[in-house]
Structure formats: C-alpha cells, structure tokens
C-alpha cells in the first residue's frame, strides 16, 4: 500500500486480552503479554503506512476497578514493551507521546514512560500515543477547567469556538480521529476520544487483540480509504 496521508489518526481499543488468554487455558496476564508484543506490530505497520498519530487505549481510568493483581501486572506492561522494543521505535523514529493523567500511577511506571516520552522526543516520524489513566469525559472537564482559568487568570474571552476548545485538550495538538478500530467484538467506545471521534470511522472485530494481525489492520486501512466521509453533508 501507497504512504496514506488521508488517515491521518488512527484509534484503537485494545480489547479481548483476558478472554483470549481464557480460551488458552492460561491466565488474564498471559494474554496481556502477548498483546504488548502485538502493539509493536501494529504501531510498526501503522508507521510504515504513513499514519501521523496512533492512539491506543492502554489504561482507562475505569481499569482501576480490576483485581489488584492485574492492575499491578498492567503498570509493569509500559517498562516490558519500552525495554524490548525501544531500539526499534528509535531506529523506525517514532516518537511516544501520552494522554492522561499522571496521579495514581505508579512512580516506576511514571519514570518508565516519561523516559520514553523523553527519548523518543527528537524523532520526526509516527506518533504512538497511549491513552493510559484516560478517561474521554474526564479530558473534556479538566479541558473546561483550563479554560475557565484562562478567563479567570489571564482574561480570555468568553466566545470560544470548537476549534480553540480542542487546544485545551489532551489531543490538541493531534489531528482529529479519523479511524477508531475496536478489538473482541465489543461495539462501544467505552469513554474513549469522545471529543475527538466526533466524525471517526468506526470498525468493529469480533477477532481479540492478541490475534489482530497487521494484514487485518491493512484492511481496515483499505476499508476507510473506501468510506464516504460526508461530514453531515450532501454530496451532489
């Protein structure tokens, strides 16, 4: 496939991680293993497509309600996937970005990905950002919030338009989503880029994460490039 420039943001809910690793017989953490060595396939496919941003849900702020030993297993995850893969990201220069919020994480995995955040930052090509403690309604409150601080502190107007709300978001610097691809078969977005998924695209697989190859991420590429984006409107 030709470098894409129409798909410019890519979306992803990471999901079916557990219930795969079920059917193996194994236990919830085995399946999340694998899908780290998955999010290097397809970041790496997604970057050699010409993607400019990658998001993938990694952590929800709803993730805290899990069983404690998985929650500790998943902060151990960011240190697994940036020690194996690293070398990688740099060499194919892809930068790290997140989207979150930083309290309740645990200070290794903190330190892990701002080192990663740090490292990666002179690097020119795909942004691979993970949403980790994320939460869309979340984003869009505390964006509110730096609003009304910036009318309060340093006299903004009070006339604001959608696009100089986005500034104040997380994502503003991103483009918007184009294309959300949720993994399992699950079809909601689970409090995902509310915002920023006004006008995604939307794909739905019943295949789980660890089996979503990077041949089915080229498809679902291929299908978007294939939609008629109408934006509300009417083509003549």
């Known amino acids: 496939m030709e470098k894409n420039q129409s798909c410019r943001h890519v979306a992803i809910i990471m999901d079916g991680n557990g219930r795969w690793a079920k059917k193996q017989n194994r236990e919830r953490t085995f399946g999340h293993t694998i899908g780290v060595e998955n999010v290097r396939?397809?970041?790496?496919?997604?970057?050699?497509?010409?993607i400019e941003v990658l998001t993938l849900y990694a952590f929800s702020t709803e993730n805290w309600k899990r069983p404690l030993e998985e929650v500790n297993f998943l902060m151990k995850l960011p240190e697994i996937f940036f020690k194996k893969f690293m070398k990688e990201l740099m060499e194919k220069n892809i930068r790290i970005r997140m989207i979150g919020e930083w309290e309740h994480v645990p200070q290794d995995t903190r330190d892990i990905l701002e080192r990663a955040i740090r490292e990666t930052s002179v690097n020119t090509g795909m942004i691979l950002n993970f949403a980790f403690n994320y939460g869309g309604k979340r984003e869009i409150v505390l964006a509110a919030q730096k609003y009304a601080q910036d009318v309060r502190d340093n006299g903004r107007a009070l006339e604001l338009t959608e696009d100089e709300f986005t500034t104040y978001l997380m994502s503003g610097e991103y483009p918007p989503v184009d294309l959300m691809i949720r993994?399992?078969?699950?079809?909601?977005?689970?409090?995902?880029?509310l915002w920023e998924m006004a006008y995604a695209e939307m794909m739905?697989?019943?295949?789980?994460?660890?089996e979503f190859t990077t041949d089915e991420f080229e498809a679902c590429i291929r299908d978007f490039m294939q939609r008629d984006r109408r934006y509300g409107g009417v083509k003549a």
């Open 41 to 50: 396939n397809i970041a790496i496919r997604a970057n050699d497509l010409g």
């Open 183 to 193: 993994t399992s078969g699950e079809q909601r977005i689970s409090n995902f880029l």
């Open 204 to 210: 739905f697989l019943d295949v789980a994460w660890p």
